[in-house]
């Protein structure tokens, strides 16, 4: 089906009147040439009269893939980008070979088109296996987001991060409350005490606010 001598399409019109493109077009700014024009046309009529395979095109009226003019997509249809290129047979016959982007009524190998460098749909291509695994995987990830423990647990988790919040809030300001009486005991006893009885008091000032320190960090090690 896809040797290279089945893939070269005849002109159906006459084309002796037709000087051929020395070179090349530039591919975004340009004059098709006026046989590549009448390749397209008749690749279009092909599509039109066909009936080798059906292909949702989302026309309003298929008989309209043969005509210039603008056409309006419906329903659920899937356009399609064609081509065509201009050649010469190995017994110098003009024509030309043509493709078409993705895949067609759901396949890439068609008769009279250019098939695919790289074939994704073959039954032993990696793709196929991978594409399984992956839709196998997406079946599982939708089926446990739609069991309702995963909104019962994400709602006691969410209630879980804001008591945590809330009680680091009060430890911090509890913190903040202690340094301040801490700072006060410390300056009256600078200005009433002295010598050991100074000394004991700075002593367990210290030892408060170590104890304080380690109360913080009790929520943290229990969050972690």
Sequence with gaps: MHQPEQLFTRFNATVDQ?????????????????????????????????TAWQHDFGLTDEQQLATDEPTTVTGNGTGKMFGVLLVRSPQGELGYLSAFSGKIAEQNLLPNFVPPVFDMLAEECFFRTELEEITALNSQVKALTANPLVAELTQQLAQYKADYQAQEAQQRQAMIDGRAARKLQRQQADQTLGGQELAAVVDDLAKQSVAEKKRTQVPKIRMG
């Excluded at 004059?31 to 024009?37: I, R, T």
């Design 18 to 50: 037709f000087d051929l493109p020395s070179a090349f077009t530039f591919p975004f700014y340009y004059q098709p040439h006026p046989l590549c024009v009448l390749a397209a046309n008749e690749l279009q009529q092909h599509l039109a009269t066909q």
